[in-house]
């Protein structure tokens, strides 16, 4: 009776099989620990469904408080031209602050970029990038409202300067992750180090840039709205008053505007980035 033939595996295909062993044992891994994260973090998120339940009374009260008694008589009522008008500063507000973000996330993308500046260069600039992120607009904003005074000038620095440590980031990673073959070819031409970004960088990450760009600006009309609220112009300032006022109603219809603008700005956005891609 022969003995049973052993199936002798080539390197290609053992190394093939330790890469997705590997590959199941890290997404196990990390599976197991973000279902400890949210285990550990429960108490401290505060999280009770039961006060949903508890408070439904008051929830169902609240809902019906924004609906106005007299809908015909509210319509005609509200100054439906003024609450638009304070829609475009909002949204005046991000595009200026998303633009002048992106001027200067260019450079400062690339000088995060271990690909293409020195590592004395990258880490200081990381870091300070990743300051301008870890603090909220909102905080950009009180800042800015003491140094510039009210109005939508200091929301717009806000959103610049905290818009710049995103697009930063964003923008870096997309240089790393080019291919460098056409860095390499436009090097063996002699060309000088702008000319390698200019002619090999750039034209691989600008559909991405700009993707990322139109996609902060999204973002940054909801953040302009709120930032109303600590005085930093736009419809914000109107929101927050007609809430303190507790006038739900008319809070409700700027709400409106504001999702009506969002989902407009959301579908031009959208278009952009196909023509973009």
């Not at 590997?22 to 400890?36: D, E, H, M, P, T």
């Not at 923008?171 to 436009?186: K, L, N, T, W, Y």
Request: with cysteine.
């Amino acid at each position: 009776m022969s003995a049973p033939s052993t199936i002798v595996m080539s390197p290609e295909l053992m190394e093939r099989a330790q890469a997705e062993a590997r590959k199941r044992l890290f997404s196990y891994i990390g599976w197991a620990a973000l279902v400890g994260l949210l285990i550990l973090s429960y108490g401290g998120a505060g999280i009770d469904f039961g006060k949903l339940w508890a408070n439904r009374d008051n929830i169902a009260t609240l809902g019906w408080d924004f609906i106005p008694e007299n809908a015909g008589r509210f319509m005609q009522r509200t100054p439906w031209a003024f609450y638009i008008g304070e829609m475009w500063e909002t949204i005046q507000i991000a595009i200026w602050g998303t633009v002048l973000a992106v001027i200067f996330a260019v450079p400062f993308g690339l000088m995060c970029s271990s690909n293409v500046a020195p590592w004395w260069i990258v880490q200081p600039t990381r870091r300070v990038m990743d300051s301008l992120r870890a603090i909220n607009e909102i905080v950009f904003a009180l800042l800015f409202v003491v140094a510039v005074g009210l109005g939508p000038f200091a929301g717009t620095l806000a959103l610049f300067v905290h818009t710049t440590g995103i697009l930063a980031k964003l923008f870096s990673e997309a240089v790393e992750a080019i291919d460098h073959r056409p860095v390499e070819g436009i090097r063996a031409t002699g060309a000088s180090s702008l000319e390698e970004i200019v002619y090999g960088v750039i034209p691989q990450v600008m559909p991405l840039w700009v993707s990322f760009a139109l996609y902060r600006f999204e973002s940054n009309v909801r953040s302009a709205a709120v930032l109303g609220i600590v005085g930093a112009g736009g419809i914000g300032m109107v929101l927050h008053e007609e809430l303190r006022a507790f006038n739900y109603p008319t809070a409700a219809a700027i709400m409106v505007i504001i999702i009506v603008a969002v989902s407009l700005l959301d579908m031009l956005s959208a278009r952009l980035r196909k023509f973009a891609s």
